[in-house]
């Protein structure tokens, strides 16, 4: 599953490296839970946990069903 959640970060990360971003990929739990790191301007950025729901697990869990819970860490 680890690859696949990096196919998907690689689509939505121009998005966020346009506006000084990025996200790190830290961990794949066996239980379907991805940790996440947002990095750059999104890390200290009020708008991170929207970015992190609206955006990241939206995709994410659109295209791999059987993630469970994306996390901020």
Known sequence: ???KVVAVLDKVRPA???DGGDVELVEVTDDGVIKLKLTGACAGCPMSTM????G???VLR???PEIKEVVSV
């Open 56 to 58: 990241i697990e939206r």
């Open 16 to 18: 966020l490296q346009a």
């Open 51 to 54: 970015t992190l729901r609206s």
């Open 62 to 64: 659109a295209e791999i």
């Open 1 to 3: 599953m680890r690859d």
